[in-house]
């Protein structure tokens, strides 16, 4: 097989969740992501916008993981959770999915903003690579006479 790689950004976003979605979710109960409305939100916002996680035959493609946020307030700021001049430590869902490294920044600032009007926190921490390679498609290698290996 031939394997073809793709130029794309990455684009990570954690949200905070509830320690029931968390602990669900390590169980490996995906009934989880529906009865967690943040994360109903992002998938929502994901579907919403064809051009991420496009890997031609699949769409909407994603990885997540959870795990722990930490954080200390300061003086000035208006947390969701958390108290100033304490360190907080909250579940946490990650979310990653990709796009064309060509996509226009318009685009691209577009979703990015829809994250930041749906996301509970006075500051998300949102993440947006540069270009990288990933595979996106496993072609069958043809041989000099046109059979397939």
């Keep these: 097989m031939k394997i073809e790689m793709k ?3 990455k684009l990570r976003v954690h949200w905070p969740i509830a320690s029931e979605s968390f ?8 009934e989880a992501f529906k009865d967690e409305a943040g994360i109903g939100a992002l998938l929502q ?13 699949y769409r909407h493609v994603f990885e997540s993981s959870v795990g722990f946020e930490g954080f200390t307030c300061t003086e000035g700021a208006n947390p969701t959770l958390g108290q100033v001049g304490r ?25 990015v903003q829809r994250v930041v009007d749906i996301h509970p926190w006075e500051v998300p921490v949102i993440e947006l690579t540069g270009p990288i390679s990933v595979s996106s498609t496993a072609l069958p290698a043809f041989h000099a006479n046109g059979a397939a290996s």
Aim: net charge negative; no cysteine.
């Design 45 to 57: 916002a994901l579907s919403d916008s064809p051009e991420l996680g496009d890997f031609g035959n």
């Design 23 to 30: 602990s669900r979710l390590t169980k490996g109960d995906v």
């Design 87 to 111: 360190q907080t430590i909250s579940p946490t869902f990650v979310f990653t999915t990709y796009f064309d490294a060509l996509l226009d920044d318009a685009a691209v600032e577009r979703f």
């Design 7 to 9: 130029s794309v950004r």
